[in-house]
């Protein structure tokens, strides 16, 4: 009977009830900060009632969370797999809340890379709503690689890379290889064509970071001088870099030196006049755009539809470049002196 009575105050102990998911909570909050301090200015509560908290919470469990010294705390085992299992319930939260919300809008979330979601993406929403009113785009842009476990955490849908290579864990619904050239201001141009073929030196504008893979500064244009740099007509003497292609593209705009475009998303910066090219070396092949899923069954119908939409627009912009493209560079004339 005595035994009986004792598993019975156990099992009460542990049984998750409003104040020990509140206790919990705050445990989270200071194994994620780091110190009883820096959670407390978290929650807006004093360092005190932080430790209170804790500390019933190690009562009630009768176990040992935190290792302090002097100040420090650190994880003990049983803590690890307390704050384990809180990340877990946190995420299944967040991404039950977010489903809720996506359902109520029927909307989508949209992972970009930044240039393309700026020069293209943007400009083309429109377009999609009137294909697709019935889904709406919740859009976003981040410039590292995508992994499942971070699209789950964060509640994305698809994904817009930019990169050489697919990640192997994710699902890839379209695809389109961009092709490359380089592109400045008109001015720039003309300024680079009045000198002697010997003395044509630019400055190359570059993107650091074009495919999030860890690759060195002037990748691109490295990768573009290897397939085209026997048939150019000028040398780079200097170089000045950027942390996206967006930022060379206004840097060229403005006449400070050749950018490495895009095709897809210097194609209305060609249009206007803005940019032009930067000399008569057809686009050579570069990185792909991507449009990805975590797993088929995240996909549903209305991140098809816009995959698709998406890969169509793109496609055609592509083509409207290199037909611009085709009947321009035939007349571009950079005298041989």
């Known amino acids: 009977m005595i035994q009986a009575r004792a598993n019975k105050t156990e099992r009460e102990r542990r049984r998750l009830d409003a104040q020990l998911l509140s206790d919990l909570w705050v445990f989270r909050a200071v194994a994620r900060a780091g110190s009883m301090s820096a959670a407390a200015a978290q929650l807006n509560v004093t360092a005190g009632a932080v430790s209170q908290r804790v500390l019933r919470l190690e009562a009630r469990l009768k176990e040992k969370l935190f290792q302090r010294d002097r100040g420090r705390i650190a994880l003990t085992s049983s803590g690890s797999i307390v704050l384990d299992a809180m990340n877990g319930v946190s995420t299944t939260v967040t991404n039950a809340l977010s489903r809720l919300g996506r359902r109520q809008h029927d909307s989508i979330v949209v992972s970009c890379a930044p240039s393309l979601a700026m020069e293209w993406l943007m400009p083309h929403l429109q377009e999609f709503y009137r294909e697709c009113p019935d889904v709406e785009l919740k859009v976003r842009s981040e410039m590292s690689l995508p992994t499942a476990q971070w699209m789950k955490t964060e509640g994305v849908d698809v994904v817009i890379t930019h990169n050489r290579a697919r990640p192997a864990e994710l699902i890839e619904l379209a695809s389109l290889q ?83 475009g895009r095709s897809v998303i210097v194609n209305s910066l060609l249009k206007t006049g803005s940019l032009v090219p930067g000399g008569n070396v057809p686009p050579v092949p570069g990185a792909h755009y991507r449009v990805l899923s975590r797993t088929e069954e995240a996909c549903d119908s209305r991140c098809a539809r816009f995959a698709a939409w998406l890969a169509g627009g793109l496609a055609r912009t592509q083509e409207e470049t290199l037909t611009f493209l085709a009947s321009t560079l035939s007349r571009i004339s950079i005298d041989r002196r």
């Open 178 to 260: 961009e092709l490359t050239f380089p592109v400045c201001s008109r001015a720039y141009r003309d300024q680079l064509g009045a000198q002697p073929i010997q003395e044509r030196f630019v400055t190359a504008l570059h993107d650091d970071d074009p495919w999030c893979e860890g690759e060195p500064p002037r990748a691109e244009w490295q990768e573009w001088l290897a397939i085209a740099g026997g048939s150019c007509e000028f040398a780079i003497d200097t170089d000045r870099h950027f942390n996206l292609a967006s930022l060379a593209y206004r840097a060229a705009i403005h006449g400070q030196g050749m950018a490495m």
